[in-house]
């Protein structure tokens, strides 16, 4: 067994109450502690002396704990004094007063942070403190220029395992292994981008003797994580790009042509760029993996569908797979209403559908008698057989994870893929997410779309807004109303669309043709429900996010969202992305409950703003951040421990070059100098390769 796989209940200061405590937080094996990465430092030169303290200034003293005492009553007080050879700071607990009584040691030496006041001499409420230890070992381990302050929980605290006591076993787990830390980047690698070993990189991450020597490791580090990463992708983007195993897709027919010209409406200067990359991809006798990323409303599922065409043309069947059966049903109908008359037999297949009316889809499926199939998971289910499938299409690939992507293409032989999403997303990211991809970007409105303006308003506002909404129906206008709920729930006070509706069905609208529409109908009352809405027959569409994409109904001109602070910012951009399809000036209304929070704030802000969906991804990502903003475990990618895929631009940048590179000249790892990354790669990232091995 590798040293690194050992498991961590072998190693000496670990009894089974810790093991489980650490298991539990994602350390299980010696290797899981090495790189279990400090969460800050703190650096002994910005340490403030008590004398020299100033009020209001946020600082970070370090002092011995001379005393401490619980001042009991109806508001309860904890105060701690802390000594320096300068002074003494007493520090302040109001909230938990009764339980800092026992936290504490006279002797122990602390760290403590947070904003200076006087009362009595200096204090500082509720300080942020780190234990550094007591007498000699204070002197020895925790009284560094610069000491490792380690993420910990209320589990790991119980055992001892603080930021003191993860320094004394990542010390001693040093000590131990330290010469057995082999190197896992090529030699080349390394003297082309001036990177420390790994050894000396993870004994300086922990334990550094500077802050240069600190960000050269942390440098290091965070190149090897991104380099294993951008490796994977490379294998991935190099499985689809085996020239033997495409699919040539010769020509662009006259039924093609006929669809383009027919269209009630003229392609962008975009739409033609993208189609042209598409073409050229499918020309090609190795499969297109390509992805397209369109803003709200740019037209990226006709692109979809005159693809479709060009590989039922040329004799193959073409498969899209959708997240939700409303936004399936919607792109069926889409697609069999402008191939109408082209000879082209299109089927929805959803979970939804009877056993006679899904047995009568497949056998024509497989008889190859269908040829386009518009679809959700149901098409990636047992029984579904294309003797031909030639291109596959992902609408919203967020979505989807990877595994589910290569599903449906093994249905096929190797077919075309284009993968589709309307989250822009930041071009960082999407090498991260999306690496193995050839990427497009539709950034262009169709010129007949309406400008859409976007206010906020607190919900004492509410009744105004929906006397608006009704001023504009009965002007001939149709509107949205979107909640976060089908039903109220005990423990959110959210407003829910089934009271509300009801609601607003018996007194506002009570003259207006309203319905109700959530994820829980029955497919055929869903399709009914839209296509009287589309046909204008309902007026007011009250809803759940069921509608947030796909949706097209050129006259709906409003959009009210209900508890808007409650929706993340993609997911009201597409909603908003609803109205606005047609020619008429239209709005979306954003109704929020008080208090808001300063984040919320800033989304309904943003909202206002802009329309531009790529400056809302950029913001929605700063907010969230990258693990939030697009789920990893989806995409079969690795968390990142250290680095981080926006901050880390530059470095995600060369490691991608090096990964790629090296991918092409050793596509199999075979020289000498490139075993060590073999080993490692097999190890760590074999299993979420998901779509292929090394050779």
């Not at 590798?2 to 405590?21: C, D, F, P, T």
């Not at 598409?278 to 190795?286: E, F, G, L, R, S």
């Not at 399936?328 to 979970?351: D, K």
């Not at 009287?532 to 007011?540: H, L, P, S, V």
């Amino acid at each position: 067994m590798n040293w690194y796989r050992q498991s961590i209940r072998y190693l000496q200061g670990i009894g089974e109450k810790r093991a489980v405590a650490l298991e539990k937080a994602g350390i299980s094996f010696v290797e899981d502690l090495l790189t279990y990465f400090p969460r800050k430092y703190l650096d002994r030169s910005q340490i403030s002396k008590i004398r020299q303290l100033r009020i209001g200034q946020n600082a970070t003293v370090v002092g011995q704990v001379v005393d401490f005492r619980l001042f009991p009553g109806r508001r309860p007080r904890f105060v701690l004094r802390l000594a320096d050879e300068t002074g003494e700071l007493n520090c302040v607990w109001f909230h938990g007063a009764n339980y800092m009584k026992n936290v504490f040691q006279i002797g122990e030496v602390l760290a403590v942070h947070g904003k200076v006041r006087f009362f009595r001499g200096y204090q500082i409420s509720h300080p942020e403190y780190d234990r550094l230890g007591t007498g000699k070992e204070s002197e020895s381990l925790h009284t560094g220029k610069i000491i490792p302050l380690y993420p910990s929980s209320k589990q790991l605290s119980e055992v001892n395992l603080d930021s003191r006591g993860f320094r004394r076993l990542l010390w001693s787990l040093l000590g131990d292994y330290s010469r057995q830390i082999e190197e896992n980047l090529p030699p080349k690698v390394i003297a082309q981008y001036k990177l420390l070993s790994r050894r000396a990189a993870l004994n300086a991450v922990h334990f550094p003797d500077s802050m240069e020597q600190l960000q050269d490791a942390q440098r290091r580090l965070k190149f090897e994580e991104l380099f294993f990463l951008e490796l994977m992708m490379a294998y991935r983007r190099l499985r689809w790009r085996r020239p033997e195993k495409g699919i040539a897709f010769e020509r662009v027919g006259e039924r093609t042509r006929h669809l383009v010209e027919r269209l009630p409406f003229q392609l962008t200067e975009g739409q033609k760029q993208v189609l042209r990359e598409i073409v050229a991809d499918m020309k090609k006798p190795i499969p297109m993996n390509r992805l397209l990323q369109g803003d709200v409303g740019s037209g990226k599922t006709v692109v979809a569908l005159v693809s479709m065409l060009i590989a039922v043309e040329n004799g193959y069947q073409a498969a899209l797979m959708a997240p939700t059966e409303i936004l399936a049903e919607q792109h069926y109908l889409t697609f069999h209403h402008f191939l109408e008359g082209l000879g082209v037999r299109v089927a929805l297949l959803i979970g939804n559908q009877s056993k006679k009316q899904r047995q009568e889809i497949l056998e024509g499926i497989a008889h190859g008698k269908i040829e386009v199939v518009v679809g959700t998971h149901a098409l990636i289910q047992e029984g579904v057989n294309f003797p031909k499938l030639g291109l596959v299409v992902i609408d919203e690939q967020h979505r989807f994870g990877v595994m589910q992507r290569a599903e449906l293409c093994q249905k096929g032989y190797h077919p075309n893929v284009l993968v589709m999403t309307a989250t822009p997303i930041p071009r960082t990211l999407s090498l991260t997410i999306y690496g193995d991809l050839d990427i497009s970007i539709l950034d262009e409105k169709p010129a007949e779309r309406a400008t859409i303006r976007t206010t906020w308003r607190f919900e004492d506002k509410r009744d105004d807004i929906y006397l608006f909404v009704r001023q504009q129906v009965l002007q001939g206008q149709q509107a949205y109303v979107v909640f976060p709920l089908v039903e109220k729930s005990e423990k959110m006070d959210l407003l829910a669309a089934t009271e509300s509706f009801e609601k607003l069905r018996t007194s506002i609208f009570k003259d207006i043709p309203m319905a109700l529409l959530h994820g829980r109908l029955r497919s055929d009352e869903k399709e009914k429900i839209m296509n009287e809405f589309k046909a204008g027959n309902i007026k007011i569409l009250v809803s759940t996010t069921v509608i947030e994409v796909g949706i097209d109904v050129p006259n709906a001109t409003i959009m009210v969202i209900e508890h808007a602070e409650r929706f993340g910012l993609t997911q009201l951009h597409q909603l908003r992305g609803r109205v606005g399809r047609g020619l008429q000036k239209s709005y979306c209304i954003l109704i929020a409950k008080k208090p808001l929070a300063t984040e919320a704030w800033k989304r309904l802000e943003t909202m206002v703003r802009t329309n531009d969906g790529f400056k809302i991804a950029e913001v929605d990502l700063q907010l969230r951040g990258p693990g939030e903003f697009f789920g990893v475990r989806q995409h079969g990618l690795p968390n990142l421990k250290i680095a981080d895929i926006i901050s880390d631009s530059k470095i995600l940048l060369e490691a991608r070059r090096a990964a790629f590179e090296l991918v092409e000249s050793d596509p199999a790892l075979k020289s000498d100098e490139h075993q060590a990354v073999r080993n490692y790669f097999l190890e760590h990232y074999q299993e979420k390769m998901e779509l292929g091995k090394v050779a």
